[in-house]
């Protein structure tokens, strides 16, 4: 069963904490991506990884870095919290197959209170 | 961007009714996915719609696409409580990885 795990499915923080959120699949998935959820905006990407060691910013990079050090975790830093990133953070993966027929799978998100 | 648009942003429906989801987007695709996501919870992958396809079923679910409009709808059919969640499209084009989600139709199916 394919699986995309995050650390926490809730956490609080202090404003100016460095905070570290952990994704890990199971499905050899070279790429994977990190979304952030508000309402009324929908999805937004935040960064993504086509492989390791490599990473690429998304719409809204910002306040935040990655990092990709083994093919299955992907991390998502934020250096300095501010209650601006009060979020659901979900992280997924995709395999880069053949075009056309990529599923992407999601964790279940982390929901990040930075007080 | 390529944001898709989903419509209507708030839909409430019958149990045994069809709930119908439209979503627009603004760029050439390779795919169209449906995914829904109950609330507070991650998202769950319903179906998926290649560029070259024009309809696709999957159980209660029917999804159509027309690229020549750049627009996909999403049929429920026979609508059951366990139906409420929202609903979003994600379309993934341009020879880019990244995967572009609407803002999502809130579905609510009343018993």
């Known amino acids: 069963d394919v699986k995309v795990t995050q650390s926490s499915r809730y956490l609080v923080k202090r404003t100016g904490e460095k905070v570290f959120l952990e994704c890990v699949q199971d499905?050899?998935?070279?790429?994977m991506f990190w979304y952030r959820q508000d309402p009324g905006l929908g999805l937004r990407l935040i960064y993504f990884?086509?492989?390791?060691?490599?990473?690429e910013k998304g719409d809204i990079p910002e306040g935040y870095s990655v990092s990709r050090e083994k093919k299955e975790r992907f991390s998502l830093i934020l250096e300095s919290a501010s209650t601006n990133q009060t979020s659901m953070y979900l992280c997924?993966?995709?395999?880069?197959?053949?075009?056309?027929?990529?599923?992407?799978?999601f964790g279940p998100g982390t929901r990040l209170t930075v007080l | 961007s390529q944001q898709g648009e989903e419509d209507p942003q708030a839909l409430s429906i019958q149990e045994g009714e069809n709930a119908t989801m439209n979503c627009s987007y603004k760029?050439?695709?390779?795919?169209l996915q449906w995914y829904r996501q109950n609330s507070g919870r991650g998202l769950v992958h319903l179906i998926l719609?290649?560029?070259?396809?024009r309809e696709k079923h999957s159980g209660r679910l029917r999804v159509t696409l027309d690229t020549s409009k750049k627009s996909s709808s999403l049929l429920i059919t026979a609508s059951r409580a366990a139906d409420t969640a929202s609903y979003f499209c994600?379309?993934?084009?341009?020879?880019?990885?990244?995967?572009?989600f609407g803002k999502g139709t809130k579905l609510t199916v009343n018993p």
């Open positions: 994600a379309s993934r084009g341009g020879g880019s990885e990244k995967l572009v």
């Open positions: 997924a993966s995709i395999t880069a197959g053949p075009r056309g027929y990529n599923e992407q799978f």
């Open positions: 990884s086509y492989d390791v060691k490599m990473k």
């Open positions: 760029t050439s695709i390779n795919n």
């Open positions: 719609i290649r560029s070259n396809e």
């Open positions: 499905m050899d998935h070279e790429n």
